[in-house]
């Protein structure tokens, strides 16, 4: 279990306990703790609901070419801005800080 903050878009930030061996992501933590996240592709890197900024110098992943190219076409992306339907929970989170990424429409 590893902590992560999410800052929703009223800049309230939210710390929520993040399971590591449910293979679980991002995109789906915020949803399981109702946060406002649509996740409306089921994390297939096709949607951009799941777009976050990553607020903190947490060292994550690099992005794959999938998330990279859905990236080029989001809304608002910053060179921080993550989907966080591909940021696997792992330990190397632990004590990362996201804010939500305005929604399009
Ligand atoms: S949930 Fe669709 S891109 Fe992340």
Same mark, same amino acid.
């Given at each position: 279990?590893?902590?992560?903050?999410?800052?929703?878009?009223?800049?309230?930030?939210?710390?929520?306990?993040?399971?590591?061996?449910? !293979?679980?992501n991002?995109m789906?933590?915020?949803?399981?703790? =109702? %946060? &406002?996240?649509?996740?409306?592709?089921g994390g297939m890197? /096709?949607? !951009?609901?799941?777009?976050?900024?990553?607020?903190?110098?947490? =060292? %994550? &992943?690099?992005?794959?070419?999938?998330?990279?190219?859905? /990236?080029?076409?989001?809304?608002?992306?910053?060179?921080?801005?993550?989907?966080?339907c591909?940021?696997?929970?792992?330990?190397?989170?632990?004590? /990362?800080?996201?804010?939500?990424?305005?929604?399009?429409?």
């Open positions: 279990m590893v902590k992560i903050t999410v800052i929703d878009r009223e800049d309230k930030p939210h710390v929520l306990d993040a399971p590591t061996d449910m !293979s679980m991002l789906e933590l915020c949803k399981a703790y =109702e %946060l &406002p996240v649509e996740g409306t592709c890197a /096709l949607c !951009s609901t799941c777009h976050c900024y990553v607020q903190n110098d947490i =060292e %994550l &992943p690099e992005p794959s070419e999938d998330e990279e190219d859905m /990236l080029d076409q989001a809304f608002f992306v910053e060179d921080n801005s993550r989907l966080g591909q940021l696997r929970l792992t330990d190397e989170l632990d004590g /990362l800080v996201v804010k939500l990424a305005p929604t399009a429409g």
